[in-house]
């Protein structure tokens, strides 16, 4: 069985703060992918980034970067300077080598206050 | 709009009566899924399909949900005689499935149909 766990059901921040977001997950697989989408209020969920169990390098794109750690089974998101857009649910999951379907987690309520 | 188009945005009927959903995934996606999600929730797999032939279902998919895709390109969701517990918003996905075992491609969602049930 899958399992992601957001701890952090709600986050608040002042604009151009960072924050960290965390993801940790249960898998027996040993090939798996892991994923971040955005929620914003519209209801779109939106793709930021897949990483798969075999690459561990950080990625960093604008202000968004992850850090991708097998050893704590954890696959944090960090926005750098954040703005008032970023306000929004953000979702980590899960899918494995079989790639049927997503396991999320419950989601971080971001909210950037300006 | 190339992306996943789901109609329609909103439904609001009674309880016992049947709705129907409709999912345009993006043109080039073979593989089609249908989540739910409930308030303050992350979305939960319902089913998905690979062309026109559904693979998988989950246990949530009580015999009250029937869906279909045709001709592997839209589908539709079905639940018939709906129940207060029915109430979420229900989203389509679509992505390109590889050749080989697994599907590591990103699943690309649309806006979702939120049905209320009165």
């Known amino acids: 069985a899958q399992k992601v766990t957001q701890a952090q059901t709600e986050i608040s921040v002042v604009e151009k703060e960072d924050v960290t977001l965390d993801c940790v997950y249960e898998t027996r697989d040993t090939t798996y992918y892991l994923f971040w989408y955005k929620q914003p209020p519209s209801g779109e969920l939106v793709f930021l980034i897949r990483r798969n169990s075999f690459d561990e390098q950080n990625e960093i794109s604008g202000r968004y970067s992850w850090n991708f750690q097998k050893s704590t089974s954890s696959f944090n998101f960090t926005i750098t300077a954040s703005q008032v857009v970023d306000s929004a649910v953000y979702f980590c999951a899960l899918i494995n080598n079989a790639g049927n379907m997503l396991t999320f987690g419950g989601g971080t309520r971001l909210m950037v206050k300006p | 709009d190339t992306g996943v188009s789901q109609d329609p945005r909103h439904k609001i009927t009674k309880r016992g009566q049947n709705v129907t959903f409709r999912c345009d995934p993006i043109?080039?996606?073979?593989?089609l899924y249908w989540y739910r999600q409930t308030l303050g929730q992350g979305p939960e797999f319902l089913t998905y399909?690979?062309?026109?032939?559904?693979?998988?279902k989950s246990r949530l998919l009580s015999d009250r949900f029937s869906a279909e895709r045709p001709k592997g390109s839209f589908s539709t969701l079905e639940i018939q005689r709906t129940e207060q517990g029915d109430s979420a918003m229900y989203l389509c996905?679509?992505?390109?499935?590889?050749?080989?075992?697994?599907?590591?491609?990103?699943?690309?969602f649309g806006d979702g149909t939120r049905l209320s049930i009165l």
């Open positions: 399909f690979q062309n026109e032939a559904q693979l998988e």
């Open positions: 043109s080039e996606h073979n593989r």
């Open positions: 996905a679509s992505s390109l499935g590889t050749g080989g075992a697994g599907n590591n491609q990103p699943q690309h």
